[in-house]
Structure formats: C-alpha cells, structure tokens
C-alpha cells in the first residue's frame, strides 16, 4: 500500500506481520524518516534597471529547519551560478524581461524554487553636432542637431547651454549674450528613465569695437589733408586693420595721416 504523511522530521515505524493459514506468524519492522525541505525565498535590490551600469544583487532568505541546502540560479539569460547569494549583470536588454529562478536543494535532496522576473531597459546613446563650435560674437547663431538613439522606446532631450539657459527641443539654436568660452551639454532620458548625456565646448570670440575718426570733413580740394584715426579696440586677443580708402588704395596701418587726393 501507499502512505503519506503529514509532518516532517518524522520518523515512523514500519511493522509488516504475515500469519500462515496455520497461525504461524513472523513480523518485520522498519524506520521511515520523513526530512524537511527548504522553503525557497529570495529578494532583489532592484526589479529593473537600465542597462548600463546594472548590478542585480540577489540575497537569499531560503530557510530550513533542519540541516543545510545548496542553492542554484538561473539568471535567464543562460548564465547560471551556485553562491548563496550571486550578484549578476546583464549585456542585453529584454523587453519582456528575464526570469530569475532559484533551486535549493536540502542536504538529503529535498528540492524546492521559486522564480521571479527582472528588467533590464535599453540604454539610450546620446550624440549631438553643431554646425560651427567657433564663432564670432556679431550675429552668431550655434545649431545643435541631435543623433541620439535608442533601439526601443522614446527618448526626450534636456539641452543646457553653458550660460544658464536650457531647452527641450530635439534640435535647438542658441544665441549668447557675451562672449566667452562655454560647455554644451546634451541629457537624453527614455521613457524607462535611462539616461545618457554628451558635452563639448564651444568658443565664441568677440569682435571689435570698431571706430575711427577724421580730422576735419568736409575740405576744400586745395590743401586738403585727410587723417584717419582708428580709435577701434578688442576686450581679448589682438586685431589687424584694413583701409580701404575710396579711390582704390588701401592701407593696413592703425591710422592714415595726410591723405589727399588727385
């Protein structure tokens, strides 16, 4: 016959008696040892994170009240492991996840598992070009295209400009108020909150401040003496001068003294 029972860490005692049409008897006895199983528990830091940089911890809350259990895992990506309690990382993403199985096993075989699911969200790759990172400051105008990507999903764009001033356009452009040195940035984020940025420098040099006078205007044409005076200047950095004089002549000088003409 077949028995079960109900408790484990049991033992019971197993009597078999045979008696002969002649009355004549004779008894076997033996132990049945029930033993326990594990209880297999395990929790996760986190359930889902992106791709890049993740890190599962699995800690081990398995439990049993008797003896010891050996533990495997399935990560569900065909990575497998025997620690207690295993950190992983995954190298691809999966939309529908990837199911995380863990097996005890009880010092006498006793088996049990349970399984969980993890998600690991795609990685956007952030890329971004400006038509000319060198500019001058009259009449600049720098425009950022975006070559970010993602395989699945959106992404939204979080452009800061260096100057204080941002925008969400996917494609923006962006004038300054002074010149200088500044550092754009690009933060693309994906509907999973994933999040890749880029930066890259930009130089915007400024111009002169241009500006000459002239001695006396209007002269007679007998003894007429012209004198150019540049009086223009530059807050950084040096400048070269190029007259151009009206009757064909040019100069390269800071200022032009005694022009006349024929």
């Not at 594990?38 to 890190?55: A, R």
């Amino acid at each position: 016959p077949a028995k079960t029972y109900g408790a484990y860490d049991t033992t019971f005692l197993i009597q078999l008696i045979n008696t002969t049409n002649e009355g004549c008897k004779d008894t076997l006895e033996k132990l049945a040892t029930l033993m326990e199983h594990p209880t297999t528990v395990y929790s996760v830091n986190d359930s889902t994170q992106c791709l890049s940089g993740n890190i599962f911890s699995f800690a081990n809350g398995t439990n049993i009240p008797r003896g010891g259990y050996s533990s495997f895992w399935r990560f569900g990506d065909g990575i497998t492991s025997i620690s207690t309690s295993p950190g992983h990382t995954y190298v691809y993403a999966l939309a529908a996840g990837f199911d995380v199985k863990l097996i005890t096993a009880s010092d006498f075989g006793c088996l049990d598992s349970i399984s969980k699911k993890v998600y690991v969200y795609d990685q956007p790759t952030v890329a971004f070009s400006v038509n000319d990172s060198v500019q001058c400051m009259n009449e600049h105008n720098y425009v950022f295209t975006s070559n970010s990507t993602i395989p699945n999903g959106t992404i939204t764009y979080a452009w800061e400009f260096g100057d204080g001033t941002n925008s969400t356009m996917t494609n923006p452009n962006h004038t300054y108020g002074t010149d200088g040195n500044y550092t754009s940035k690009l933060v693309v984020t994906s509907d999973q909150n994933c999040t890749d940025s880029f930066s890259k420098p930009l130089e915007l040099n400024p111009n002169t401040a241009i500006g000459f006078a002239m001695n006396t205007n209007p002269q007679c044409f007998n003894g007429h003496r012209f004198d150019f005076t540049n009086s223009s200047s530059l807050s950084t950095g040096t400048y070269t001068n190029a007259w151009s004089l009206g009757d064909g002549n040019t100069a390269a000088s800071t200022n032009i003294i005694g022009k006349t003409y024929a």
